[in-house]
């Protein structure tokens, strides 16, 4: 299995501008998580969802942030518009609770940086 | 978010010794303790986890030892290796049965010197 893909790897952008991160979950993998890495606060939980369909939006930050997950194999994480602040590694994450405990598979990361 | 504290920020470790990583956490509602090491540049990745039905849940060097009445669980490496070298995360996640969103630890910066 080729694990969970993120895309880009690299983002550098400017202040104000929009930003679109992307994730294709592992195969067969039903559950779906936006994770933010920083510094300053470590691994944050932003979003997830289950079998497409958003849980827990509560770690969102603010309104410029937004997450959908049109069908099971493709999510997106929307910044606009983007501040400096938002400059962090974004993480996406996919787990298939049913066929196994809770095992979470983290991608490679977005690492952000906007200017 | 309910809080997960970890223990220590960074440790140094030399080869052959133990490594010992602390979390305690808050939400008696939290019921999946993992673990997960993380490299510079990459993803983090899961290394071992535990239930609460259980004290102890050992993968060979890799040995969680969990608390229930203290809400305490640690990570102990045995015979280190410079390979271990990485940041290590403790995180605690409730009853959705891995479909809730993992809590996380600030994580531990651990050097394994040769």
């Known amino acids: 299995d080729a694990g969970v893909i993120q895309s880009p790897r690299h983002e550098v952008t400017e202040m104000g501008q929009e930003v679109t991160l992307r994730c294709k979950p592992i195969?067969?993998?039903?559950?779906l998580f936006w994770y933010r890495q920083t510094m300053m606060r470590g691994l944050e939980l932003l979003i997830y969802f289950n079998n497409n369909v958003p849980i827990d939006d509560s770690g969102m930050p603010e309104d410029r942030f937004s997450a959908k997950m049109p069908n099971a194999s493709f999510s997106t994480l929307k910044i606009q518009p983007s501040e400096p602040r938002d400059s962090a590694v974004y993480f996406c994450?996919?787990?298939?609770?049913?066929?196994?405990?809770?095992?979470?598979?983290f991608g490679p990361g977005t690492r952000l940086t906007v200017t | 978010q309910q809080q997960v504290k970890q223990s220590p920020q960074s440790l140094i470790v030399q080869k052959g010794g133990i490594s010992i990583i602390n979390c305690a956490y808050e939400?008696?509602?939290?019921?999946?303790f993992p673990w997960y090491q993380q490299f510079p540049g990459k993803g983090p990745a899961l290394l071992i986890a535990?239930?609460?039905?259980?004290s102890e849940k050992k993968e060979g060097r890799f040995t969680i030892s969990f608390n229930k009445s203290a809400k305490q669980f640690s990570l102990h490496i045995m015979d280190s290796q410079p390979g271990d070298s990485a940041t290590y995360f403790c995180a605690a996640g409730g009853s959705g049965g891995g479909a809730d969103g993992l809590t996380f630890g600030k994580g531990t910066h651990l050097i394994i010197q040769p």
């Open positions: 994450a996919s787990s298939f609770p049913a066929g196994g405990p809770y095992e979470q598979y």
């Open positions: 195969s067969g993998h039903n559950s």
């Open positions: 939400n008696t509602a939290f019921d999946y």
């Open positions: 535990i239930r609460p039905d259980v």
